[in-house]
C-alpha cells in the first residue's frame, strides 16, 4: 500500500504542476458561484433565469 | 521525567514517526504554495495552509460525520451530531453577517428543488457504503486508508457523471434560494440562522433522550468541532466564500477526461460561467482544490509524524466494492445535491441557506438505507 500511495502522491503532484504551467490562471482564485447570475457553488443558474 | 527517559521518549517518537511520508506532505505542501505564490496569490496559500490545518484537526480528533449520522440513526447517539453542529454555529457568526455586508463575500446557496434532494439522498446512500464523506474520503485518504483511495477515485468519476445530469434535473424547476439575510439583515439573518442550529440540537437531543443514549459530544468533537468551526471562517476570510470540497473532483475529473480525449465542453454544464473557466484555467486557481490539497497534505502529515504510514492492509473484495459504489454515488449525488456535507450542510446553515437544512434531511434517509446495505458488503451496521 504504501508504494502505491508514493506513486499516488508523485503523480498527483505532478499532474497539478503540469497542470498550472499549462493553463492560464487569473489573479484570484475564485468559485463557481463568484460569476454573475450564479446560484449555486458549482455554477448552476437560479430557476428564475431558466424560465426566462 | 528523567533525562535517560526523555531521551528515550523521544527515540521511540522519531522511530514512530514515517520520515518518508512527513516529507513528501511537507515537501508537496510547500511547492503547492510557491506555485501559488510565484502568482503572486498570498489567499491561495492561505487557502491551502487552512486546507492543511483541517487535515490536520480532522484526523487528530477523529470527526467523523459519517460515523455520528449513523451512531445517531442506529443507535441514537447524538454526541457527533452535535460536535457538527458546533463547527456549522461557528462558522456562521463570521459568515452570515460578512457575506451579506461585504460585497466581494457570499454564503453558499442553493436552488430547491428536486435534483437537491435527489443527489442529498444518493450522496447520504453512498457515505454510509463508503464509510466516509465529502471531508471524511479527505482526510482518511490523506490518513493512509487504501480503501478510501478506491472511494476518492470513484468519487472523481461520479462527479463527473453527476455534472452531466445536472442540467437536465434542473430543468425539472424548483424555486431560488432562500436565505435568511435577505429577509432579516445580517444580524436578524445570523440570529434566525442560529436560531435554527439551537431548535435542531434541541430536537437531536429529545430523540437521543426518549432512546436512552448519550448526547453529550466527547472531548475530542468538543475541541476538534471548535477549531475546525474556525479554520472554515479562515478559510471563508480567504476564498470569499465557505468552505467546499466537492467542485473541486468534479474539476479534476474533467481535467483528467479531457486529458484522455473526452469533450466535455459540450455539455450544459461546462458552459456555465463558472466551471467552464474552471476547467480551462489552472487547477490552483480554484478554491475548493487548494483546499482539497491542503487537507489531504495535512491529514498525511499528522498520520506520518506520530506512526508509520499506510501500513494496514487492504480490506476485503467486498469492502472496496462498496468503496468504489459508495464513492461513484457520493460523486454524483454531490453535484446534483450542489455539494456534500461541508459545502451543501455545513456550508448551506452557516450561510442562513434553507437548502442546508433540506440538504440534511433528505441525506438522513439515503444514510439510512445505506446503513441497511452495509451487511451485504460485510461492513457492520453499527
Known amino acids: ?52 | 521525567m528523567s533525562t535517560a527517559s526523555l531521551a528515550a521518549s523521544n527515540q521511540d517518537a522519531a522511530v514512530r514517526m514515517d520520515r518518508l511520508f512527513l516529507g513528501l506532505a511537507l515537501g508537496s505542501t510547500a511547492i503547492l504554495i510557491a506555485l501559488v505564490l510565484l502568482d503572486h496569490q498570498p489567499l491561495s496559500a492561505m487557502l491551502i495552509l487552512g486546507g492543511f490545518g483541517l487535515g490536520i484537526a480532522f484526523l487528530k480528533a477523529e470527526f467523523s460525520y459519517t460515523a455520528s449520522w449513523r451512531r445517531f440513526l442506529t443507535r441514537g447517539e447524538a454526541g457527533g451530531l452535535l460536535g457538527g453542529l458546533i463547527v456549522i454555529a461557528i462558522c456562521a457568526l463570521a459568515v452570515v453577517p460578512v457575506a451579506a455586508l461585504m460585497p466581494k463575500f457570499g454564503g453558499a446557496i442553493a436552488p430547491i428543488g428536486p435534483s437537491l434532494v435527489v443527489g442529498a439522498f444518493v450522496f447520504g446512500i453512498g457515505m454510509q457504503l463508503a464509510n466516509g464523506c465529502g471531508s471524511g474520503t479527505l482526510y482518511t485518504v490523506g490518513g493512509g486508508s487504501g480503501r478510501m483511495l478506491i472511494t476518492l477515485l470513484f468519487f472523481v468519476i461520479g462527479s463527473v457523471f453527476g455534472s452531466l445530469l445536472l442540467p437536465a434535473l434542473l430543468s425539472l424547476g424548483g424555486a431560488d434560494p432562500v436565505l435568511a439575510s435577505d429577509y432579516l439583515g445580517p444580524w436578524g439573518g445570523l440570529a434566525a440562522t442560529l436560531v435554527s442550529i439551537a431548535m435542531a440540537a434541541a430536537l437531536i437531543i429529545a430523540v437521543a433522550r426518549s432512546r436512552d443514549a448519550n448526547f453529550v459530544p466527547s472531548r475530542n468533537y468538543m475541541i476538534g468541532g471548535v477549531i475546525i468551526g474556525l479554520l472554515c471562517v479562515v478559510v471563508f476570510a480567504a476564498g470569499g466564500h465557505p468552505w467546499s470540497v466537492t467542485f473541486g473532483y468534479t474539476v479534476w475529473g474533467a481535467k483528467a477526461a479531457t486529458a484522455l480525449g473526452f469533450d466535455l465542453s459540450h455539455s450544459a454544464f461546462w458552459q456555465w460561467p463558472g466551471p467552464k473557466r474552471a476547467l480551462v484555467e489552472s487547477v490552483l486557481s480554484d478554491t475548493s482544490s487548494l483546499t482539497d490539497f491542503g487537507m489531504l497534505f495535512g491529514a498525511m502529515a499528522a498520520a506520518a509524524a506520530s506512526k508509520p504510514f499506510a501500513m494496514a492492509a487492504w480490506p476485503p473484495a467486498k469492502s472496496l466494492l462498496a468503496a468504489g459504489i459508495g464513492g461513484l454515488l457520493m460523486g454524483c449525488g454531490a453535484r446534483l445535491g450542489f455539494g456534500c456535507n461541508i459545502g451543501a450542510f455545513v456550508g448551506g446553515v452557516a450561510s442562513g441557506s434553507l437548502h442546508g437544512w433540506i440538504w440534511f434531511l433528505a441525506a438522513l434517509p439515503g444514510c439510512l438505507i445505506g446503513i441497511r446495505l452495509r451487511p451485504l458488503f460485510g461492513l457492520s451496521r453499527e
Open chain 1, 1 to 52: 500500500m504504501r508504494t502505491i500511495y508514493i506513486i499516488v502522491v508523485l503523480l498527483g503532484v505532478a499532474s497539478i504542476l503540469v497542470d498550472h504551467l499549462s493553463s492560464p490562471s487569473s489573479g484570484r482564485a475564485l468559485s463557481p458561484e463568484d460569476f454573475a447570475g450564479a446560484c449555486a457553488p458549482c455554477g448552476a443558474p437560479c430557476p428564475s433565469t431558466q424560465k426566462k
